[in-house]
């Protein structure tokens, strides 16, 4: 059963190889102190809210062709817990890759036997959808009653995607319906675009809504003007500042602490130059609203997953063992229904 958005809000507010290649079974009981099999230190329990797996001979998105070396291959629950070994990941909810729409269902079935199968970490699944294009209905009514599905994203931050597209009558009307059904949609736009994330939410209050990415800001135009590259910014820092600050107003709306480490600089960099993107974040969206992604394996254009997690946790060790232990795991379970 899914979780509403007014259960998830009064809540907030009081407080693949194929299914034999991910043979190993995922942990019954979550535990709670698990060692790092690096570092031999005390781990919180990570629930990944944003886990890409493709297997380029069942479903091959379009864009992959285009991309990077590293990215052009599949990656599957194998590799999937080969790169989160030792992190204490006891879940992981699956973020749709952009399939072509003509393989939508077939990803979404693929991921249902994932799920239904408990073979695999992961539980539950964010499918692909297009809901400005006629038909979109009749799709997504089809999983209205599957546990494993919980929401839809479209990527909207591609060249062809034209600014205010989520803005749209019919995108707008497919997205109500997701909040009709007791399903969450996820917000992936230019950063730039950011205040259009904001009219789609205030147009949408019965849905709730997950900013990927932490409105994927570009941890280079952070930095120090001195360490910049001589390309142009790719954003207006302080814009992103002021839309993210807006969107964190609306109590239906959490952001997903993700896909950032994916653009940071090439070499030995440190957490610190993450600090300003993911410490805003938490700031305006408070310890209640904030929740854990790993983006693998798209983050491996900038670093393991381990690094990520890494990078991460030293950013936030500050913060008290509580909002790590919600920004780790126990949002995602409220927000997603996992328990």
């Not at 599949?74 to 879940?91: H, I, M, P, Q, W």
């Not at 509580?322 to 995602?332: P, S, Y």
Request: with cysteine; hydrophobic share 40%; aromatic share 8%.
């Amino acid at each position: 059963m899914q979780v509403t958005r007014r259960r998830f809000v009064m809540d907030s507010l009081a407080a693949s190889a194929a299914l034999a290649a991910g043979a190993r079974m995922a942990p019954a009981a979550e535990p709670q102190g698990k060692r790092d099999e690096a570092t031999s230190a005390p781990t919180l329990p990570i629930i990944d809210t944003h886990q890409h797996l493709w297997d380029v001979q069942r479903i091959k998105p379009p864009w992959l062709d285009g991309s990077p070396d590293i990215l052009r291959r599949s990656y599957v629950t194998s590799d999937y817990l080969e790169a989160t070994r030792g992190l204490n990941v006891v879940k992981a909810v699956y973020m749709e890759i952009d399939a072509a729409p003509q393989q939508q269902v077939e990803e979404a079935e693929y991921l249902i036997e994932i799920c239904r199968s408990g073979k695999h970490p992961t539980v539950a699944a964010v499918i692909s959808g297009r809901p400005a294009l006629p038909g979109f209905r009749e799709y997504i009514l089809r999983y209205r009653d599957n546990k494993y599905i919980k929401g839809v994203r479209q990527v909207l931050h591609g060249a062809t995607t034209p600014a205010g597209y989520c803005l749209q009558d019919p995108f707008v009307a497919s997205i109500r319906l997701l909040g009709e059904i007791g399903m969450s949609y996820d917000i992936c736009l230019r950063p730039g675009e950011l205040a259009d994330g904001v009219k789609l939410v205030d147009k949408c209050p019965g849905t709730r809504f997950i900013v990927d990415h932490c409105g994927n800001a570009d941890v280079n135009v952070f930095l120090p003007a001195s360490q910049r590259s001589a390309e142009p910014p790719s954003h207006d820092p302080e814009q992103w500042r002021r839309d993210m600050s807006e969107l964190a107003k609306r109590s239906h709306v959490i952001c997903k602490i993700s896909g950032i480490v994916a653009r940071a600089p090439q070499g030995n960099w440190k957490s610190e130059i993450l600090a300003p993107v993911i410490n805003h974040c938490l700031d305006v969206f408070g310890p209640d609203r904030v929740v854990f992604g790993g983006d693998w394996p798209v983050c491996l254009r900038g670093a393991t997953y381990r690094r990520w997690v890494e990078a991460l946790r030293e950013v936030v060790h500050n913060r008290s063992e509580e909002q790590q232990r919600k920004l780790f795991h126990d949002n995602a379970s409220k927000f997603y229904g996992l328990g």
